[in-house]
């Protein structure tokens, strides 16, 4: 029931479980983010990705395609991946950069998708999860470990109780 929060502190633990015992979840989701973003379909999700990537990391691997991914979360467990592909092109190897994201966030809160995109954006400069790799993602979003927190509890909502809007 609680598999997206289960590595936070104890305390927060006891909160969730309050509001979802009182079925208020929800209610304090849509009290903090009351409107779903604008983003719809996989062209205006390239232009969303682009404009954060060419504020930030300008210098960084282009990106070739970024898409809405169905098979996202059953196949990889994951909300947004970073693919690249290798591809032989006239006799040299041209490298693509992909960035899916699950589809269960094409109806969420603007300010998840922007905490996604800014992880799998900071994914472009940093392979790992570690120190600098945070740093670059609160450098793109000062809020993105609250936002982390709040999108698993988004995704909480949905398992338990279905969507927001």
Not at 57 to 64: D, E, G, M, Q
Request: hydrophobic fraction near 35%.
């Amino acid at each position: 029931m609680l598999k997206y929060i289960l590595h936070y502190p104890q305390p927060i633990i006891e909160q969730v479980q309050r509001l979802i015992s009182e079925e208020r979840l929800g209610e304090w989701l849509l009290g903090k983010y009351p409107e779903p973003h604008g983003v719809r379909n996989n062209k205006a999700l390239y232009e969303y990705t682009m404009t954060l990537k060419n504020q930030y990391l300008r210098k960084s691997a282009p990106l070739n395609k970024v898409l809405f991914d169905g098979k996202l979360s059953q196949t990889y467990q994951a909300l947004g991946i970073n693919v690249s592909r290798t591809m032989a092109h006239g006799g040299k190897l041209k490298v693509r950069k992909e960035i899916r994201i699950g589809t269960l966030f094409q109806n969420a809160p603007e300010d998840f998708l922007r905490m996604i995109v800014v992880h799998e954006l900071s994914h472009l400069k940093e392979a790992e999860h570690n120190k600098s790799f945070y740093q670059l993602c609160c450098h793109m979003e000062p809020h993105y470990h609250q936002l982390e927190l709040d999108t698993r509890l988004y995704m909480t909502q949905l398992e338990l109780f279905g969507s927001l809007y």
